[in-house]
């Protein structure tokens, strides 16, 4: 699939790539394909900043030409990944990235190495009838909402740039193209190692796992069995990230093993949003008929999926298979503990706590129980609970439940003061509410006006901050502005 029109070979983007140096049959070689008139809607200077990059230079034509693909910098060897994936249960042995391209790789100013890929760059191999283009719409909310859950503290692939490609893209109406660029730690996917695992190809299962541990996980190396410290510490590392979710109440939509990496990033914005009032079986998914995915199923959904990869290593756990099968099941089940562990301690600390006491998951729980009775809105109410150790006000629907909340407080002698910090420390005042995202994009996509975008950005850059003159954005949504389902961007 190569193109000769992408024949920019100045180093603009300072590459250096590791994964092509794999086997080719990880990956297809392919350009993306020319757009008529790429604009450079957006450019993150600070994820710019900390990448190295000359932000002047690319905040402009030669960056809408970049991340366009209209032109290739040097040293870039683009890629379409390979990997298979269970969606919604069912696997599928191919997949691959149908509408996505890997520039290439860079070693930021912390020498940490990042992935920079293109995602709605036109047709690969991995296609499979798809246009390989994405919409204006969908690349809006990955750009808003990883963003957002950067500025969160939660592990995330990230956005560095969105270029709108003067082109119409058909899906059931004719609508603006635009192209995101994306920035991950690695694009690896459970999905990667089921595609190889499927096909009886052991050998590029321990490629692919020499090559992960090298990358993400260099301590396990020391281990008498690196491949069960791999399989830990992925383990441990969903475990933390769907906690981190689950305590700001973001629901991922489609968390197919095709979605899940293994470095324990978000990633795959699709049909994602966060709840407004509190209820566990919330499903924004329009795909998800059957909740699958929804809210409450998040950690065990996560745990199957490690699961999944587990069974990919059974060939480099032990040379006995029912060994190798127990400590794949031990690992597995392990996953439960670590969860349960940062779910409720994350919660704690929501409520200001700084020490685990047993009776903790009880006040907890009634907590939620409230919550769900009252329909509270989920970041409201948290964020008015860590307004109340300094003398703010209470809302009188938590007025029991408080005082043996209150009475926890004060057995550990924290000042109201330290009890305040920590609370507003893990309760956001803003998250990208479902209507105000939806309001950005039509903005955009009807009017072509980015202004709704741009302050969404800018106060979704400190959550955590009171920001008075924006209160509106704190607002729980009317019901005509209530957005009950989201959708895919494919």
Known sequence: MENKSNNNKEQYLPFNNTYDQLPEHFYSRCLPTPVKNPQLIMLNEPL??????????????????????NSISKDSNPIAMVYAGHQFGYFVPQLGDGRAILLGEIVDKNNQRF??????????????????????????????????????????????????????VMRETALPGAILTRVASSHIRVGTFEYFS????????????DYAINRHYPAVKTMQNPYIGFL??????????????????FIHGVMNTDNMTISGETIDYGPCAFMDEYHPSTVFSSIDSSGRYAYKNQSNIAQWNIARLAETLLPFLDKIESEAAKIANEIVHQFSQNYENYWWNGLRRKLGLFTNQPQDIELIKK????????????????????????????????????????????EEGRTSEEVGKLMRSQN?????????????????????????????ISILSNPYEDQPQYIDFQKTPTAAERVTQTFCGT
């Open 232 to 249: 830990i510490a992925v383990c441990d590392a969903q475990a933390s990230l769907v906690a981190k979710w689950m305590n700001v109440g």
């Open 198 to 209: 499927a096909m009886g190809d052991v050998k590029s299962v321990k490629q692919l796992a």
């Open 48 to 69: 710019a900043t900390q990448l190295g990059l000359d932000f002047k230079k690319l905040n402009s034509s030669v960056g809408a030409a970049l991340f366009s693909g």
């Open 428 to 456: 956001p005042a803003f998250i990208p509410r479902n209507h105000l995202v939806q309001k950005a994009i039509d903005d955009a996509v009807e009017q072509n006006n980015f202004e709704t975008m741009n302050l969404l």
């Open 367 to 410: 907590l939620f129980v409230v919550m769900h009775v009252k329909s509270a809105d989920f970041t409201n109410t948290f964020r008015m609970l860590s307004r109340v150790p300094e003398g703010g006000a209470l809302d009188s629907a938590f007025e029991d439940w408080s005082k043996v909340w209150l009475n926890r407080q004060k």
């Open 115 to 168: 992935d920079i890929q293109l995602k709605g760059s036109g047709q690969t191999p991995y296609s499979r009838r798809g246009d390989g283009r994405a919409s204006l719409g969908p690349v809006m909310r990955e750009y808003i909402i990883s963003e957002a859950i950067h500025n969160l503290g939660i592990p995330t692939t990230r956005s560095l740039a969105m270029v709108s490609t003067g082109e119409m």
